[in-house]
């Protein structure tokens, strides 16, 4: 199979939807301008819980800095339910999942490693390893640039891939299985009404990421509601427990994701259940994580289901930003002095269910990946009051979950 859809082909798809299609030319036209790239991922193959994958792979795009509309440059179909991707430091190469159970005979998912055009934003497949487990859900790569660490949901386990010169991947220097008591589906602090469930039959890690320093290295897990603390030798490339190898959360709250702020002295962890951000002291020096304050995702108004998805830490810093899948909405909080919080609104999404979020790299605005919508949706970012203002930008993508930024030069 080709490694991008052919362009005709793309151009039919799109024009079908009434998008406006960039040729071969005016992509060489433009590509000597800086320029704001835009990556986006999603489910090829399936949508959890239990929908239809409508994504074609990794779509890549070109985002207009004044309105934050997004103009279709080229799709790469050769990847399988690319449902997360990142990028290295340098924007070189970028690293996507594909949350699958078979990869291999073993029922592991996989990770491709690509290159990355620094003018053009083409990629070039470099490999394909296994993760380390099955239905990978995250990756990042670690602080010090040698190693990317993957979260395999269904697996249950960490795994620690080394990057080689040309930034290609090893297969795992580490795999490490998370074990503990089965918790209860929904946590006791959920919003009235809640009827949506999380799985706790088993271990299913959801995040993993170093802290800023790169020091440590940190996981949620869902299954079992706890986040998970390690260091990382960056010689073997294996995983060592903090002296206090894991924080117990709310049972059944489903810790799913977690954003540090920029000295790496707070984290804020979301749970999934209960909608819920714990702010939470982090000790650089010892891993030490210490809860200070627990705040609703959701007002005080909110009535039914929902499930917290994404949580991200505005570029300043001043702000944080949460995603109700089921809720269809998004909440900022102020973030105080102390590093507490202070819901400022919810407001409606504009789609349904929606996933992760991210900035531009002007910070100017905040883009959601609305799985259910298949739609990728813009805010403009008030920078001193954390208010989000709607686009009215849809941008059509089938199944979207992920995002990568990147600068052209």
């Given at each position: 199979?080709?490694?991008t859809?052919s362009r005709?082909?793309?151009?039919?798809?799109?024009?079908?939807?009434?998008?406006?299609?960039?040729?071969?030319?005016?992509?060489?036209?433009?590509?000597s301008?800086?320029?704001t790239?835009?990556?986006?991922g999603?489910?090829?193959?399936?949508?959890?819980?239990?929908?239809?994958?409508?994504?074609?792979?990794?779509?890549?795009?070109?985002?207009?800095?004044?309105?934050?509309?997004?103009?279709?440059?080229?799709?790469?179909?050769?990847?399988?339910?690319p449902?997360?991707?990142?990028?290295?430091?340098?924007?070189k190469?970028?690293?996507a999942?594909?949350?699958?159970s078979?990869?291999?005979?073993?029922?592991?998912?996989?990770?491709?490693?690509?290159?990355v055009?620094r003018?053009s934003?083409e990629?070039?497949?470099?490999?394909?390893?296994?993760?380390?487990?099955?239905?990978?859900?995250?990756?990042?790569?670690?602080?010090?640039?040698?190693?990317?660490?993957?979260?395999?949901?269904?697996?249950?386990?960490?795994g620690?891939?080394?990057?080689?010169a040309?930034?290609?991947?090893g297969?795992?220097?580490?795999?490490?299985?998370n074990?503990?008591?089965?918790?209860?589906?929904?946590?006791?602090?959920?919003?009235?009404?809640?009827?949506?469930?999380?799985?706790?039959?088993?271990?299913?890690?959801?995040?993993?990421?170093?802290?800023?320093?790169?020091?440590?290295?940190?996981?949620?897990?869902?299954?079992?509601?706890?986040?998970?603390?390690?260091?990382?030798?960056?010689h073997?490339?294996?995983?060592?427990?903090?002296?206090?190898?894991?924080?117990?959360?709310?049972?059944?709250?489903a810790?799913?994701?977690?954003?540090?702020?920029?000295?790496?002295?707070?984290?804020?962890?979301?749970?999934?259940?209960?909608s819920?951000?714990?702010?939470?002291s982090?000790?650089?020096?010892?891993?030490?994580?210490?809860p200070?304050?627990?705040?609703?995702?959701v007002?005080?108004h909110?009535?039914?289901?929902?499930?917290?998805?994404?949580?991200?830490?505005s570029?300043?810093g001043?702000?944080?930003?949460?995603?109700?899948r089921?809720?269809?909405?998004?909440?900022?909080f102020h973030?105080?002095?102390?590093g507490?919080?202070?819901?400022?609104?919810?407001?409606?999404?504009?789609?349904d269910?929606?996933?992760?979020?991210?900035?531009?790299?002007?910070?100017?605005?905040?883009?959601?990946?609305?799985?259910?919508s298949?739609s990728?949706?813009?805010?403009?970012?008030?920078?001193?009051?954390?208010?989000?203002?709607?686009?009215?930008?849809?941008?059509?993508?089938?199944?979207?979950?992920?995002?990568?930024f990147?600068?052209?030069?």
């Amino acid at each position: 199979m080709s490694s991008t859809i052919s362009r005709r082909a793309f151009a039919a798809t799109l024009a079908a939807s009434g998008v406006p299609v960039l040729s071969r030319r005016a992509v060489a036209q433009v590509a000597s301008k800086p320029r704001t790239i835009c990556y986006i991922g999603g489910y090829t193959q399936h949508g959890p819980p239990g929908g239809a994958g409508n994504g074609q792979g990794i779509s890549v795009f070109e985002m207009n800095p004044d309105t934050s509309s997004l103009s279709p440059l080229m799709t790469y179909v050769d990847i399988a339910s690319p449902s997360f991707m990142t990028m290295s430091a340098d924007f070189k190469h970028l690293y996507a999942l594909s949350e699958i159970s078979d990869f291999n005979a073993n029922g592991e998912g996989c990770v491709t490693a690509f290159s990355v055009n620094r003018s053009s934003g083409e990629l070039t497949k470099l490999n394909v390893v296994r993760s380390g487990g099955a239905v990978p859900a995250h990756l990042s790569v670690h602080a010090s640039g040698k190693y990317v660490l993957v979260a395999n949901y269904m697996g249950g386990t960490v795994g620690v891939l080394p990057i080689h010169a040309d930034g290609g991947l090893g297969d795992p220097t580490d795999v490490v299985h998370n074990t503990g008591p089965r918790m209860p589906d929904r946590a006791a602090d959920n919003p009235p009404g809640n009827f949506a469930i999380s799985d706790h039959s088993s271990a299913h890690v959801h995040m993993v990421a170093s802290d800023p320093s790169g020091r440590y290295v940190l996981a949620c897990d869902a299954g079992l509601d706890r986040v998970y603390v390690w260091t990382l030798d960056l010689h073997t490339g294996r995983l060592v427990p903090a002296k206090t190898p894991f924080i117990s959360m709310t049972p059944g709250s489903a810790p799913r994701h977690f954003s540090f702020n920029e000295k790496g002295t707070m984290i804020y962890i979301l749970g999934e259940q209960d909608s819920k951000v714990v702010a939470a002291s982090f000790n650089p020096q010892t891993g030490e994580i210490v809860p200070q304050q627990t705040v609703s995702t959701v007002t005080p108004h909110f009535r039914g289901s929902t499930l917290a998805a994404g949580i991200l830490l505005s570029p300043n810093g001043k702000y944080l930003y949460v995603s109700n899948r089921l809720g269809d909405s998004l909440a900022s909080f102020h973030v105080n002095d102390d590093g507490t919080l202070n819901l400022v609104e919810e407001i409606w999404m504009h789609a349904d269910y929606g996933r992760a979020m991210m900035f531009d790299p002007s910070g100017n605005f905040l883009f959601c990946a609305n799985q259910r919508s298949d739609s990728v949706t813009s805010f403009k970012v008030n920078a001193q009051t954390g208010v989000l203002d709607f686009t009215w930008n849809f941008t059509p993508v089938g199944s979207p979950t992920t995002f990568a930024f990147m600068n052209t030069i």
